[in-house]
T-cell receptor, first 113, second 112 residues
Framework: GAVVSQHPSWVICKSGTSVKIECRSL??????MFWYRQFPKQSLMLMAT?????????EQGVEKDKFLINHASLTLSTLTVTSAHPEDSSFYIC?????????FGPGTRLTVT | DAKTTQPTSMDCAEGRAANLPCNHS???????VYWYRQIHSQGPQYIIH???NNETNEMASLIITEDRKSSTLILPHATLRDTAVYYC?????????????FGQGTELSVKP
């Protein structure tokens, strides 16, 4: 149990376009989901916390208008990178809360050309 | 959330026990110690957590000192597949708003 999936697993997009990443909890309902970003050879950085049916809470320094988060159902949260630029190229990882624990998705590799 | 200090890297021989230390000298009484690991280009995997008692599961053992200022994760019989970055994180319970904030972790290399 406690499986979290992400789609797509990797994506290449052109500079200036928007990209949507989906995060799903497959066998449980998640009232809270988290989005992280990881640059090469660095640790995970928490970007935002999303709660089902309400606005996401962004960490300091993360642009909420650039990284749009929607958590419309108990099993799905989406992260949209708007007007992507090469510096947004990164590994994006979501995590879902089940009870007192947190389970991670496999990550999405975004490359902006 | 309290910060943790871990060695940057460690080596371990296959089949031997891997002991990964973590210092969390500023831990608060209501903060748990969590361990996750990340194999290259994958999402983090939960290993174990504890509050003050030692814990054991099918993956590892967690030894927390009596003053709770440090802990050790023990992989009893390391295999090549245990090669990963191991993160020690302290946080309050999620119902209290606790978040998993990752530090730099320890890069464990298990060698044949």
């Amino acid at each position: 149990g406690a499986v979290v999936s992400q789609h797509p697993s990797w994506v290449i997009c052109k500079s200036g376009t928007s990209v949507k990443i989906e995060c799903r909890s497959l066998d449980f309902q998640a009232t809270t989901m988290f989005w992280y970003r990881q640059f090469p050879k660095q640790s995970l950085m928490l970007m935002a916390t999303s709660n089902e049916g309400s606005k996401a809470t962004y960490e300091q320094g993360v642009e909420k208008d650039k990284f749009l988060i929607n958590h419309a159902s108990l099993t799905l949260s989406t992260l949209t990178v708007t007007s992507a630029h090469p510096e947004d190229s990164s590994f994006y990882i979501c995590s879902a809360r089940q009870g007192s624990e947190q389970y991670f998705g496999p990550g999405t590799r975004l490359t902006v050309t | 959330d309290a910060k943790t200090t871990q060695p940057t890297s460690m080596d371990c021989a296959e089949g031997r026990a891997a002991n990964l230390p973590c210092n969390h000298s500023t831990i608060s009484g209501n903060e748990y110690v969590y361990w996750y690991r990340q194999i290259h280009s994958q999402g983090p995997q939960y290993i174990i957590h504890g509050l003050k008692n030692n814990e054991t599961n099918e993956m590892a053992s967690l030894i927390i000192t009596e003053d709770r200022k440090s802990s050790t994760l023990i992989l009893p019989h390391a295999t090549l597949r245990d090669t990963a970055v191991y993160y020690c994180i302290v946080r309050v319970a999620m119902v209290q708003g606790g978040k998993l904030i990752f530090g730099q972790g320890t890069e464990l290399s298990v060698k044949p």
